[in-house]
């Protein structure tokens, strides 16, 4: 069964350092996304792409975020400066169309010290 | 935006008892979708369930678009059931918006 799969699955950094996360969405999927689940927290949206160009992003997704599709089939998220608050879980996820099904990947965890 | 509560926020329930768990939304959706959190923070698809009832084993869901709520249903509950359970919902094409879960603990 296809699923979406995410590079590392923990990591550790140093604060002021930057992170890059991977994500290899579902192969017919046109709609990417990255969330964000602080600990014992709800998931949030973090930003959309869409035919290579960010589609919608949230409050939380301010300068020190990226996102890029460096190819057909990865789906990256950048953090330039980490701060001890983007400590999280950070999930991928994809879909067919804006309203079909969304499969998340199995997160990444990052730890900024 | 949409807002999303999922009630009740804690339950413990003895192994092999029922529960239903509820989720209400504040607008018209096009999507509804149950996930399990497992233990190692896996977010497990449940249902994608934007009307009517569908059933996977133990786990059966409802949703009743036109009152704007969904109800999960756990019957025979084990251990393995264990968890954060979310309910997430989007319209048009706006990203999936997730209420804050219902952590579910099964004891033996």
């Known amino acids: 069964e296809p699923e979406v799969t995410q590079t590392p699955s923990h990591q550790v950094t140093q604060m002021g350092q930057e992170v890059i996360l991977r994500c290899v969405p579902i192969?017919?999927?046109?709609?990417f996304y990255w969330y964000r689940q602080i600990l014992g927290q709800k998931v949030e949206f973090l930003v959309s792409f869409y035919n290579n160009e960010i589609s919608e992003k949230s409050e939380i997704f301010d300068d020190q975020f990226s996102v890029e599709r460096p190819d057909g089939s990865n789906f990256t998220l950048k953090i330039r400066s980490t701060k001890l608050e983007d400590s999280a879980m950070y999930f991928c996820?994809?879909?067919?169309?804006?309203?079909?099904?969304?499969?998340f990947g199995q997160g990444t965890r990052l730890t900024v010290v | 935006g949409i807002q999303v509560e999922q009630s009740p926020p804690d339950l413990i329930l003895q192994e092999g008892a029922n529960s239903t768990l509820r989720c209400n939304f504040s607008d018209s959706v096009n999507n509804l979708q149950w996930f399990h959190q497992n233990p190692w923070g896996q977010l497990i698809n449940l249902f994608y369930?934007?009307?009517g009832t569908k059933q996977n084993g133990r786990l059966s869901a409802t949703t009743v678009a036109t009152e704007r709520y969904s109800l999960l249903y756990i019957s025979s509950s084990q251990t393995t059931d264990s968890g954060v359970y979310f309910c997430?919902?989007?319209?048009?094409?706006?990203?999936?918006?997730f209420g804050k879960g219902t952590r579910l603990s099964v004891i033996a």
């Open positions: 997430a919902v989007n319209s048009g094409n706006t990203p999936l918006v």
């Open positions: 369930i934007p009307s």
């Open positions: 192969s017919n999927h046109l709609y």
């Open positions: 996820a994809s879909s067919r169309t804006g309203v079909t099904e969304a499969f």
